[in-house]
Structure formats: C-alpha cells, structure tokens
C-alpha cells in the first residue's frame, strides 16, 4: 500500500513554513485536510498547479540570491544572532521567504546552537529533527494539523515529543491522525516494539512503517525491527529530555515573567507618587504585590492597558499600608508612652507615705496635662523620647493632688448628681456618716467609706477574664486619634489599670444614708454635720431587737454595721420600722469592751496579716508588728508607750474594718 504525499499548502498572506506547519517527514506524521479555508484542502496532482508553484520557488530563490542582506559575511550574522533565542530565530525566519530560506540553510545551524546555549540546560538537537523544526516543538504556538495559532484563541496546544508533534485538543483526538495501540494484525512482527513505544500512535507513522516494512525481504524484516527499535529508543531518551527541560523551562519562564510584572508594578505604584511609601516598607514590598489581582496579573506578560487598570488597585493597598504603618507607629508611640508613665507613676508612689492615695497609670493618662505631651508627639517618629515626661516625673505629687481632687468631684457627683452648690466643701460632704458606697462587683456591699472607694480595686483595674460587654468605651478624642487609640490600648492592658470607675462599679448607697440617718439621729446628733469620724469617735453600740433569741442571745452591733446588718436580715423592710435601739451607757461600756477583746484576739492570731506597719509596711499580726515597732524603730517598751505603738500599726487603706455582730449572753 501506497501513501502519498498530502501535505497542506498554505495560499494566503502568511509565508508557508514547511518545517513548523508539518510534522516532520521522518516521524511519517504525514495528514490530509479537508475542507480547509483560504486553499488548505488536498493537495493536488494537478501538473499546472505544480508549474506554478515550481515556478514559484525559482522566484523566490532569485530574490534570495539578490537580496542584500545576503552580500554580508556570514560571520557578521552569527555574531549577531548568537545573543539571540530560538524563540527569535524562528519568528524572524516566519517574517519574509528569505529569512525563511536562510535559517532552514545547514549552514545557519551553528546559529541555532549559539542561540540555544542561551536557554539554560536545553538538550542538543536530535538527528531526526531539523533545527527550525526542533524550535518550533519547544517555543512554537501552532498546531501542526489545523494550522491555528491556539495562543490568540486561547487554547490548549501540547507537544507530544516522543511523537514529534504539536498538536491542539481537537486534533489529538481526532482519529485521521492518531491511534490507540498498534494494529497487531498488521504489524504483527512489531509487537515487541509496541513494548518500547507509546500507546498513542500517529496513524501516518504506521503507515509508512508498513509500506516499509511489506517493500523489504522477508529475511531483512527482523534486521528493519532492531534498527527501528533501536532508533525509537533513542528518540524516547530524547524526548523524555525534552519533557523535563520544558517544565522546568516553563517554570523558569513563568517566574522571569512574574518578576518582570511585580518590577513594573513597583514602578508603577513609585510612579503615582507612593515612592516614599515603598522606601519606608524596608525590603517588604512583596506585600503589595501578594494582593490576589496583582499577584494574578504578574503571571502574565505585562502591557500599559493592564499596568493603567491596576491603578486603582495599587492606589488601595498602597493606602491600607499607609495606615498599617502609622497605625503600628502609633502603637509603638501609645506602648512606650504608657511604659515610661508607668514607671513614673512606679517611682513617685514608692516615694509617698504608706497608706496613702495614689493613681494608676491610667489615672495619670486621663490628665489634661499629660495627654498634651502624647499629643505634643510626633506619629512619624520611629523611636520615643523619654525626656519628654520629665516634666511628669517633676510634678507627680502636684499631679496625684490634681487627680485625687477630681476623682473627689467625681465622687460628690454620684452622691449629687445634679451637682453641689459652690459653698459645698466636696470632701466634707464625702465624709459625712451618711455618705456610704458600694462595690456592685464584689461583697464590699454598702459599708465603703469614700477613701475606700477611692481605692477599691474594682475601680481600679478590669476583672480577668474581661467579659465584652462589660468593656468600656474609649474615654478621649475622636476615632483614629492617638488618644483615642491609646484609650483603647488601656482598655485592653490591664496591667496599667483603667481610669478610676471607668466600669461604673462603684455607686452611692441609698440604703446607707437611711440607716446612716436613723443611727445618726438615734444619738442626738444631726446628720447635715455629723462625719464619719465623729461616729467613731462616739462608737455608739445598737441591738436589733427581731434578730435576738433565746438561742443565740442578743444581737449587738456597731453603728457602721448596721447599714450590713440591714442589707442582709432585713432587705424587704421598711428602714423606718426596724428596730434598733442604743444600748444603756453601762451596758454600751460593756459591749464595747468585748467587741475591742475580740477583735484584738482576732488581730493577734499568727495567721492574721491584715495589719500593716505605718513606717515599712510590713505585714503581719498585732502581736508581731508591736514587737517589731519597738524594737526595729527605736520606740521605748513602756506603758506610756503603748498608745504611740498602736498608732504605727494601721489596716490597709482599702480594708473592710467593719465588726462582725456580737451576740450578747444571756438573752433577757
């Protein structure tokens, strides 16, 4: 069986490139199309149509041996060229018949291997292939069945180098050209080089091998096998070369293409006008190109049109990372801010007497004076400069009266709402008998006192874990201001506090007043004028007459406990008609003393270490801190000593020093 030779001829405007638009003649990748437009149909037999192009190919052999380029040395062109690609050769080869006829020239194959070296690790040419051939399997875009550029159309064109094709989608897969598996029933005696081969086949290449095959002697056919076998094998090793290089070219060249892309968009962004934005991000430039439409643009071949469509993108990142920066700036500002306040404030309490009031860090922050220095500072600047709380450190006790004057105020207007007359002495007004907090957070209840409440730890500082809801607002400045932000940071650092009763926890008891009002009223005195300190000083002892029984006796109280004693045996009576009559002078006498013995049995148990040393603070129980007294502070043992010993041992300033009722015995 004869198989002739069908080629496709190409009559339009494009030069016919006989090595690229066909598969090699070696390989027998020889296919017939039909229907072809622009005259790709069958070739003819015609003689006239073979004059013509005959004649054809003498003309243009003539104007090659007449063109001018060709009157250069041929070194002038291979010095030339060997900076070029394949990829260049042969598109320059596709661009007129003489450039054409040129580089399919043996001669020009010395230009072709110089223009390989410059592809990194690209296999030699293999004798079965020519070298316009070779370029067009690693670099082309064309099919060699249906002739359609896939790159415009934007399909799949793979090369199947064991085969020695390019071929689209469509064409694989059509039966005219390829194969699954030999025709054993033809070629029966290839069998064993069906192992060695590949189970898609050109349908042309087998056919050429049976002709072969059936011309030759029968002797001969085994002898034909090895050569064929033999020759195959080396085409496989070369393609399998092949297939590695190009992925690892297509990788090489995919990532040259994405650098190429992320250098014009950094060129671009430093174009409108983010240059300086792109100096200070310090080798961190990468982040604008990991945005998912930049990143997916880079993976193409770059143009304006897409450079100018990414404006807008490149306008957006480069202004969220504007304000990263300034917001990371602005964080490490507000950080070392409050770190140097705080050690500060650290300093300036050490230095205060025991048991006195002082702010937290949070409270010093809430000062006008101090919020002028953070916004004094610049955002910009990249490190803080400390010597700018100097003046902080100077004033702290200036700044710690300003403070605890304010948060007075704020006190006198949980007690007033609508705010006390210009006459009111506020801290005489807060130490009246009848002025009680409470804690909502905690069991404090309603016995605080307003130095108590100052220094209540509820007030002070945020409960861990911290519950949302119970988060306060941001106090200062509008939204994305400093101080704003740094009013934020507060909120979520708990170890510099929060602004004294930031959470609301501490309110005025109205239950107190009531009970205060009738104790107050009960002796003699008047509740406008009467202080808490003028109560103690009286120390009046009261009875609750329905507590008391036959069972456990009568119950006695001081006059601060009543207000607890209220809040938990009588809370849905009416103040007014409990009660709770004072005590008889000898009998109050009496009370007294044994609530003052108990409670100084209770202070003087080893385990107790709730009282304190007015000169060194140390903690422990009365019995230990009146030795230490007089012996580490020099104080004469003595009895005329014993009221100045006492006066150096004190309770914390935020302690519940309220006494627990006293039951009286026996009930009569």
Known sequence: MEVQDKRPVSTGAAIPDVETRTPDVERGCIVEYKGRKRGRGIRSTDTGNNAKRAKRKESNAM???????????????????KYSKPVDLLNLSRTSVSWHMFFRDTESSRIWRAARRNIPNMPDRHESMTEMRYAHLAFGYICDFCHRDTRK???????????????????????????????MERVYELERFSRVNYTLHSLALIKRWWDEYNRIDF??????????????????????????????????LAQEIKEEGEALVIKRAKALGWGDEIARMAGQERSLLMDGRIAKACKKVMNEKVLADLEIVINLIMQHKKSERIQRLRNHLIRDFLKALDEIRNVGTNQLPFNSVFPTTADLFMLPRVQEILNSCNPEDLTFDPTCLEEIQDSFFQLTVEWYKKTLRELLHLVI???????????????????????????????????????????????????????????LGPVGSVLNEASQWLMFNPEYGVPWNALGVIEVCSTGYEIGSLVVTMCGLDTVWTTAKDMDALNPIFECVPCGN?????????????????????????????????LQPEEEAKIRGNIAERLARKQSNRDYKELYCAHCALAGNLVDLKRHVLWSHHLLDGQECEKDVLECIISSIDACVVQEEYWAWPYA
Not at 450 to 465: E, G, K, V
Not at 564 to 572: I, R, V, W
Request: with cysteine; glycine share 2%.
């Open 63 to 81: 104007t090659l041996s007449h063109s001018p380029f060709m009157d250069l040395p041929f070194e002038v062109y291979e010095e030339i060229f």
């Open 153 to 183: 159309l934007k399909i799949s064109c793979q090369v199947y180098w064991k085969l020695r094709v390019r071929s689209c989608k469509a064409c694989l897969g059509n039966r005219d050209f390829f194969v699954q598996g030999l025709p």
């Open 550 to 582: 036959e069972y456990s006796g009568r119950c006695m109280m001081t006059w601060d406990r009543a207000v607890e004693h209220k809040k938990c045996h009588h809370t849905s009576e009416v103040t007014s008609s409990i009660k709770l009559p004072r």
């Open 417 to 475: 709402p609508n705010g006390a007359p210009d006459s009111y002495d506020e801290e005489m007004m807060l130490r009246l008998a009848t002025t009680l907090f409470k804690c909502t957070k905690c069991s404090q209840g309603a016995s605080m006192r307003y130095i108590t409440a100052i220094m209540h730890s509820c007030a002070r500082q945020l409960p861990s874990p911290v519950p949302f809801m119970t988060m306060p607002q941001p106090l």
């Open 219 to 252: 002797n001969q056919r085994k002898d034909w096998v090895k050569q064929k076998i033999a020759k195959e094998e080396s085409i496989v090793l070369h393609a399998t070369e092949c297939e590695t290089w190009a992925f690892q070219y297509e990788r090489l």
